[in-house]
């Protein structure tokens, strides 16, 4: 799977749009980007996820680079409960089961 | 009507003793897995099953036995439990898609901390 690089913390205000960044520039063509977040003593939750085109769902958006090697995690109206470590994640499709966690982006979201 | 749910919530016992963590998804996923979160919070994968089958095994020491009696559960023992063992343990499970297609994402549960004293 393609390494990504993310910012070791960030902080947004409540209410305020919160942009998290990911670089994945050794991504290849049939390898998707997945969001999860991790809020302190919780499991990893699944955010959204994309291939080539900006996505959006009722949790967030995902803005992909034309040339897929960056990727925008939107989260349009932060909260106090969005503060987590967030992990951006490169992963083929078809049989690959592995998903590989780093360091993340952790959020903080002030009031 | 909790996806993945995992017992116990909390496992503290002392060193070379055996335990087991349990794990069941309602999901109707055909793949589980366990993963392993340390003190420094990465999060690493240990097993997978696919209908039952182990399909990644990565390097876990022999002293951790992941069984899977059917396709809604994956169970992990531990033998002779060492101070290093101690960490959240976390279940997840997913549904694989065929070949070419994503995978669907990955549901957790709320994890195992385990203390070895």
């Known amino acids: 799977d393609a390494k990504t690089t993310q910012p070791p913390s960030m902080d947004c205000a409540e209410g305020r749009a919160a942009n998290l960044p990911c670089n994945h520039s050794?991504?290849?063509?049939?390898?998707?980007v997945y969001w999860y977040r991790q809020i302190h003593s919780q499991g990893p939750q699944y955010i959204i996820h994309?291939?080539?085109n900006n996505e959006t769902n009722e949790m967030a958006s995902l803005i992909i680079t034309e040339d897929r090697k960056s990727s925008t995690l939107i989260l349009p109206h932060a909260t106090l409960r969005d503060t987590a470590v967030y992990y951006c994640?490169?992963?083929?499709?078809?049989?690959?089961?592995?998903?590989?966690f780093g360091k993340g982006t952790l959020l903080t979201v002030n009031p | 009507d909790t996806a993945v749910s995992q017992t116990p919530k909390y496992l503290v016992t002392q060193m070379g003793n055996d335990k087991s963590i349990k794990c069941e998804q309602n999901?109707?996923?055909?793949?589980m897995y366990w993963y392993k979160q340390d003190s420094k919070k990465f999060l690493k994968i240990m097993f997978s099953?696919?209908?039952?089958?182990?399909?990644i095994n990565e390097t876990v020491p022999n002293r951790f036995s992941p069984k899977s009696p059917d396709k809604a559960h994956l169970n992990l023992h531990i033998n002779s439990l060492e101070l290093g063992d101690s960490a959240v343990y976390f279940c997840?499970?997913?549904?694989?898609?065929?070949?070419?297609?994503?995978?669907?994402?990955?549901?957790f549960g709320n994890g195992t901390r385990l203390t070895v004293t």
């Open positions: 050794t991504i290849s063509g049939n390898e998707y």
């Open positions: 997840a499970s997913s549904q694989v898609a065929g070949a070419s297609s994503y995978n669907s994402p990955l549901h």
């Open positions: 994640i490169v992963r083929a499709g078809g049989s690959n089961y592995k998903l590989t």
């Open positions: 999901l109707g996923h055909d793949t």
């Open positions: 099953y696919n209908n039952k089958e182990l399909i």
């Open positions: 994309g291939l080539k």
